[in-house]
């Protein structure tokens, strides 16, 4: 990777497929947005880019990516397979890419005291995601035909979407009168089946008819 092809990334953005980093400062943090690429879409992280994509480079750039290289090891699990380059701007600055996959291993997660944590990439951030995300991301990894049975509980569902477009988990468990968790149950099998998509959101996410 060139010097022109960075600024190229660096002028795209933050999105949903590009995060800056002005360093490695720290990393136990950054690694929750590798995390979210890879589950995501896969994308760049880049060491030594401000946050108005200014390419300024950071000093010792080889220190930087030894940090990242080992919080990446160490505490993203299942291992994650990535590529790094890293281009010098001048004798002691430079600027690092780690280019995440779309990973075929995911969800990963970072264990956080007894807590598994994925995270996915919405918009230009990265955030934790559902229980509901986490069974679609597991699910997506062996792609099958889900079937299912059309019940009350989907005849409810549909209705309430012909006349609002979207709906959350609470709003059909409250609907259809059923525990929250067989209403997760129902709506990650219909994501599965492409019936539903997903929109993972930081608060909580809704479900719309896949087009």
Do not use: C
């Amino acid at each position: 990777m060139t010097l022109q092809e960075v600024k190229a990334l660096a002028a795209k953005g933050e999105g949903l497929k590009i995060e800056f980093k002005k360093k490695a400062a720290f990393p136990e943090k950054i690694v929750r947005e590798v995390i979210a690429l890879a589950n995501t879409e896969g994308g760049d992280l880049l060491i030594g880019v401000d946050d108005d994509g200014t390419v300024s480079g950071q000093r010792f750039i080889e220190e930087e990516v030894f940090v990242m290289e080992k919080a990446i090891r160490e505490l993203i699990s299942p291992k994650l397979e990535y590529s790094i380059f890293t281009i010098k701007l001048s004798e002691k600055k430079g600027v690092a890419v780690f280019r995440i996959p779309h990973s075929p291993d995911r969800p990963h997660f970072l264990q956080e005291k007894d807590r598994k944590q994925a995270y996915i990439r919405v918009q230009d951030r990265s955030v934790q995601a559902s229980k509901e995300v986490w069974e679609v991301l597991k699910r997506g990894r062996i792609p099958k035909d889900t079937i299912f049975t059309y019940g009350w509980k989907e005849e409810i569902l549909m209705k309430a979407l012909g006349e609002k477009e979207h709906i959350t988990l609470k709003e059909f468990a409250h609907l259809a009168k059923i525990p929250r968790f067989l209403a997760s149950k129902t709506l990650v099998r219909l994501v599965s089946a492409n019936v539903l998509k997903i929109h993972p959101q930081e608060s909580e996410d809704y479900f719309t008819l896949k087009e």
